[in-house]
Structure formats: structure tokens, C-alpha cells
């Protein structure tokens, strides 16, 4: 019996939990969960929002830019908003004393976070280097300098370096470029930039082109360098396998080209509408007034068209070509030195009529 009253008593002797304990502990647990839950959507957001712009903004960051350097950028390009959210990801990603290098593109909505990541991590856009209507290798150097993140002169030596080394000369380099789309990181190397180049000058000259230049009796840089005068001469795609065969016959034959671009590529002006006697007299290896058989190398960088056109040029007994008197572009061409002295006299007759010096 004591046992039982004292088990009554242990019961009547505890304490009940104060009313509303448990309500108020969840409550509390819930507001927590609730803080951790906007933090996480506060990150999502921050991290994860899209960029908004419609646009396709480039982001380059040339190597050994500084921090500040590179949220200046970000900013710039991208609006302070979503520009600063990518430069504190890209610090929280990269890390210590990190200098990204490298151009990236920014597409529509993409998230700060995966631009971020692909400049800490140096995941480049490829850049597209296009080039054509080149007559010098300063003016290729140009080209490549505003599109790729090395200077003229760096390119320049590049290639005399790479090209001296496959056996060209100087006077040559224009033969080892064909205007094209390339792909390349902005980062390229000027070395990996002429080594791709050539090979794809390689691959445009298979063994159907050298089989065609043989049959010719033609080196595929000799092609080039015909080529270049032809495009040079005239700009109608239609009528360049005619001149093409027209230089050609006079190689063949043992005659001078005495081609009117080769005299303004020797004086340095291409603008030049009106070549006189004196004009024809200038001194240098590339007048082919004064010298005999083609030129030291292209005067231009030509076409793989107008390569083609001269492999390809149809066989004719055309020896003289006189630009038309109509102006239209195109020219008149004779197998004989009596015919184009007419020819001339009507061109020149009009060039007198518009005053064209």
C-alpha cells in the first residue's frame, strides 16, 4: 500500500509543461527555417538572375588586368547592377591574387553566375577574324590587331618567323594568307595564329591545285601572284579567267606583263585613275613594264576565286586588254597590237573627255 501512495504522490508532485510551449518552439523553428529559406532564394536570386539586356555584349580582359580593372569592365559593358554581381562571384570563384585573361560574350540571360564561372575558369568565346580585300601585310597586321589581343608588329614577326621557316621570302608572305572566316580564342598566340593560317593555305592548295599549277608550268605562289594582278585589273568575277589566260599567254610567250597595278604597286597608290609614260619608268622589282616574267611575289592577298580562275582560265589568243570606254568595269581585249592601239586610242579619247588625270 505505501508503494502505491507514493507512486500517486511522484505524479500529483510533477510539474505540467507551461500551456503553449511546444506552439512556441515550433514557431520559433519555423521563423528560422523561414530566414535560412530567404537567404537561399536572396542567393538564387543574386547569383542566378539573367542578364537582361538584348543586346550581345564582349567582355575582354586583356592578361594582367587588375581587379579594379576588371569590374570597371563588368560594369561598363554589363550596367552596375549585373556587372558588380559578376565581379563579387568571380572574386568569390577565382579566388587569391587571380588575373582572368580572355574575351567572353555575354548571351540574353545568362545567370551572373555561369559568366562568372567561365571567367574564373577562362572558358573563352571563340572570335571570328575575317579578312579579305588585303594588299599589304601592314594592312593584314591591322586587321588582325583589332580583332585579336596581340599588337601589328608582334603578328609581323610571327610571321616572318613561321614563313622564313617553310621556305618563303618576304616578297612572298602575301601567297601564304587566303582570305577567310577564321575561329580563333583572342588569346591566340601570334605563333599558333600564322602556324593555323598556313596550314589552312596548305589545305586550300591540295594536290587537284598543284596538279593544275604543274600542268601550267606554274609554282602555287606564281599562281598567287598572277592572281593578285588579276584581281587588281578588274573587279567582275566573270572576266578574270579571260585575263587570267591573257597574262598567261604573254609568260609563254617570253613577253613582258606590262600590267598597269603592278606600276601603283610600285609607286605606292592604288588610287592612281590614269597611268602616264612617266608612271612607267619607276624603278622596282615589281614594275612589270621594266621587268620581265611575274613579279617578286602577290601584290595583294588574292581570293581562292581568283586562284581558281587562274588555274581554270580558258584557253584564248588574247595578248593586250585595254579597260572599255564606257566605264563599265570590264575591258577590251586583242590577240593583236594594231587592234588594241584602237582599243587605247577610244579609252584614252574618253579619259581626255571626263578630264580624268
Not at 254 to 277: C, E, H, N
Given at each position: 500500500?505505501?508503494?502505491?501512495?507514493?507512486?500517486?504522490?511522484?505524479?500529483?508532485?510533477?510539474?505540467?509543461?507551461?500551456?503553449?510551449?511546444?506552439?512556441?518552439?515550433?514557431?520559433?523553428?519555423?521563423?528560422?527555417?523561414?530566414?535560412?529559406?530567404?537567404?537561399?532564394?536572396?542567393?538564387?536570386?543574386?547569383?542566378?538572375?539573367?542578364?537582361?539586356?538584348?543586346?550581345?555584349?564582349?567582355?575582354?580582359?586583356?592578361?594582367?588586368?587588375?581587379?579594379?580593372?576588371?569590374?570597371?569592365?563588368?560594369?561598363?559593358?554589363?550596367?552596375?547592377?549585373?556587372?558588380?554581381?559578376?565581379?563579387?562571384?568571380?572574386?568569390?570563384?577565382?579566388?587569391?591574387?587571380?588575373?582572368?585573361?580572355?574575351?567572353?560574350?555575354?548571351?540574353?540571360?545568362?545567370?551572373?553566375?555561369?559568366?562568372?564561372?567561365?571567367?574564373?575558369?577562362?572558358?573563352?568565346?571563340?572570335?571570328?577574324?575575317?579578312?579579305?580585300?588585303?594588299?599589304?601585310?601592314?594592312?593584314?597586321?591591322?586587321?588582325?590587331?583589332?580583332?585579336?589581343?596581340?599588337?601589328?608588329?608582334?603578328?609581323?614577326?610571327?610571321?616572318?618567323?613561321?614563313?622564313?621557316?617553310?621556305?618563303?621570302?618576304?616578297?612572298?608572305?602575301?601567297?601564304?594568307?587566303?582570305?577567310?572566316?577564321?575561329?580563333?580564342?583572342?588569346?591566340?598566340?601570334?605563333?599558333?595564329?600564322?602556324?593555323?593560317?598556313?596550314?589552312?593555305?596548305?589545305?586550300?592548295?591540295?594536290?587537284?591545285?598543284?596538279?593544275?599549277?604543274?600542268?601550267?608550268?606554274?609554282?602555287?605562289?606564281?599562281?598567287?601572284?598572277?592572281?593578285?594582278?588579276?584581281?587588281?585589273?578588274?573587279?567582275?568575277?566573270?572576266?578574270?579567267?579571260?585575263?587570267?589566260?591573257?597574262?598567261?599567254?604573254?609568260?609563254?610567250?617570253?613577253?613582258?606583263?606590262?600590267?598597269?597595278?603592278?606600276?601603283?604597286?610600285?609607286?605606292?597608290?592604288?588610287?592612281?585613275?590614269?597611268?602616264?609614260?612617266?608612271?612607267?619608268?619607276?624603278?622596282?622589282?615589281?614594275?612589270?613594264?621594266?621587268?620581265?616574267?611575274?613579279?617578286?611575289?602577290?601584290?595583294?592577298?588574292?581570293e581562292v576565286s581568283t586562284i581558281d580562275a587562274v588555274l581554270d582560265a580558258p584557253v584564248h589568243k588574247f595578248l593586250y586588254m585595254c579597260a572599255r570606254e564606257d566605264f563599265s568595269g570590264y575591258h577590251n581585249f586583242a590577240s593583236d597590237y594594231s587592234t588594241h592601239q584602237a582599243n587605247a586610242r577610244r579609252y584614252q579619247a574618253e579619259l581626255n573627255r571626263r578630264k580624268i588625270k
Amino acid at each position: 500500500m505505501e508503494r502505491k501512495t507514493d507512486e500517486k504522490s511522484k505524479k500529483r508532485t510533477r510539474k505540467k509543461a507551461p500551456e503553449g510551449f511546444m506552439s512556441r518552439h515550433a514557431h520559433a523553428l519555423l521563423i528560422g527555417g523561414l530566414a535560412v529559406v530567404m537567404v537561399i532564394v536572396a542567393i538564387i536570386v543574386f547569383a542566378f538572375r539573367g542578364y537582361g539586356g538584348d543586346d550581345r555584349p564582349w567582355i575582354y580582359l586583356p592578361e594582367e588586368t587588375s581587379r579594379e580593372a576588371v569590374a570597371d569592365s563588368l560594369i561598363s559593358n554589363l550596367g552596375y547592377e549585373f556587372g558588380n554581381k559578376v565581379y563579387k562571384l568571380w572574386r568569390l570563384q577565382a579566388g587569391g591574387d587571380a588575373r582572368p585573361h580572355g574575351a567572353y560574350r555575354v548571351e540574353p540571360g545568362e545567370s551572373a553566375i555561369s559568366l562568372s564561372r567561365r571567367i574564373a575558369k577562362g572558358r573563352q568565346t571563340p572570335v571570328d577574324l575575317t579578312f579579305n580585300n588585303i594588299r599589304t601585310m601592314p594592312q593584314l597586321a591591322q586587321r588582325v590587331a583589332s580583332r585579336l589581343d596581340m599588337s601589328a608588329d608582334e603578328f609581323l614577326q610571327a610571321v616572318a618567323d613561321t614563313l622564313v621557316a617553310h621556305g618563303y621570302g618576304q616578297a612572298e608572305f602575301p601567297a601564304a594568307f587566303i582570305p577567310d572566316t577564321y575561329s580563333f580564342y583572342w588569346t591566340v598566340s601570334p605563333g599558333e595564329l600564322v602556324a593555323k593560317l598556313l596550314r589552312h593555305r596548305d589545305s586550300v592548295w591540295n594536290a587537284a591545285r598543284r596538279a593544275k599549277a604543274a600542268e601550267l608550268g606554274l609554282t602555287p605562289v606564281q599562281v598567287s601572284t598572277i592572281a593578285s594582278i588579276v584581281e587588281e585589273e578588274t573587279s567582275k568575277k566573270d572576266e578574270m579567267p579571260a585575263v587570267a589566260r591573257l597574262y598567261i599567254n604573254r609568260l609563254q610567250r617570253g613577253m613582258k606583263l606590262q600590267a598597269d597595278p603592278t606600276v601603283k604597286y610600285s609607286l605606292g597608290d592604288f588610287s592612281i585613275r590614269r597611268i602616264t609614260l612617266p608612271m612607267l619608268s619607276v624603278a622596282s622589282p615589281y614594275n612589270t613594264y621594266r621587268n620581265a616574267g611575274l613579279p617578286p611575289g602577290p601584290i595583294r592577298v588574292p581570293e581562292v576565286s581568283t586562284i581558281d580562275a587562274v588555274l581554270d582560265a580558258p584557253v584564248h589568243k588574247f595578248l593586250y586588254m585595254c579597260a572599255r570606254e564606257d566605264f563599265s568595269g570590264y575591258h577590251n581585249f586583242a590577240s593583236d597590237y594594231s587592234t588594241h592601239q584602237a582599243n587605247a586610242r577610244r579609252y584614252q579619247a574618253e579619259l581626255n573627255r571626263r578630264k580624268i588625270k
